[in-house]
Antibody
Framework: QVQLVESGGGVVQPGRSLRLSCAAS????????LHWVRQAPGKGLEWVAV????????YYANSVKGRFTISRDKSKNTLYLQMTSLRPKDTAVYYC?????????????WGQGTLVTVSS | DIKMTQSPSSLSASVGDRVTITCRAS??????LNWYQQRPGKVPKLLIY???ILQNEVPSRFSGSGSGTDFSLTISSLQPEDFATYYC????????FGGGTMVEIK
């Protein structure tokens, strides 16, 4: 069955960096665009970034543009989110999610999430 | 950027009630509208996409309607497992979510 398993979350000081990973199984990895979506504690969903199925196209929310980088490694069936210059407002559960297709932005399967806490 | 506004932000209802949640887009998004359910402490789950298409294995008591700027999600007979927060999402230009509607037990 489809599995998306995030890892790499933790507590980090403001201004530091962190890399999240999302290991995919049960899917043809190169057939789907993949997304990161975050949810601050007690708040709603905020889309963060998307990468196309072949990794050539990437788009970001304005709130993270220039600080976060999304990437994927087809040899490892893994999605990444490199986060730099972290701010307290970046504190959230970060979910990876599968696009329904190559670029629909319809998120049909979600991982369990990994918590990132930015605090001094 | 397209802003999505949901109403109400929360509601209380009883098992068996018919419940309708609305979502308004700040501009015409045609039918590029999806609905997600998030139960407490759980992961979001896709319910409906393209305004009215039920995702696989979603019960038929859920339905979606609307186009343009105004959309609605209806639960025809509320079940205990339906108490959750519901989010709309537009995918016409990039993507953005509404603020959510929490459905609580009356």
């Amino acid at each position: 069955q489809v599995q998306l398993v995030e890892s790499g979350g933790g507590v980090v000081q403001p201004g530091r960096s962190l890399r999240l990973s999302c290991a995919a199984s049960g899917i043809t990895f190169s057939s789907y665009a993949l997304h990161w979506v975050r949810q601050a504690p007690g708040k709603g969903l905020e889309w963060v970034a998307v990468i196309s199925n072949d990794g050539t196209s990437k788009y970001y929310a304005n709130s993270v543009k220039g600080r976060f980088t999304i990437s994927r490694d087809k040899s490892k069936n893994t999605l990444y989110l490199q986060m730099t210059s972290l701010r307290p407002k970046d504190t959230a559960v970060y979910y990876c999610a599968r696009d329904q297709g190559e670029a629909t932005n319809i998120l049909d399967f979600w991982g369990q999430g990994t918590l990132v806490t930015v605090s001094s | 950027d397209i802003k999505m506004t949901q109403s109400p932000s929360s509601l209380s209802a009883s098992v068996g009630d018919r419940v309708t949640i609305t979502c308004r887009a700040s501009q015409n998004i045609f039918s590029y509208l999806n609905w997600y359910q998030q139960r407490p402490g759980k992961v979001p789950k896709l319910l409906i996409y393209s305004a009215y298409i039920l995702q696989n294995e979603v019960p038929s008591r859920f339905s979606g309607s609307g186009s343009g700027t105004d959309f609605s999600l209806t639960i025809s007979s509320l079940q205990p497992e339906d108490f959750a927060t519901y989010y709309c999402q537009q995918t016409y230009t990039g993507t953005s979510f509404g603020g959510g509607t929490m459905v609580e037990i009356k």
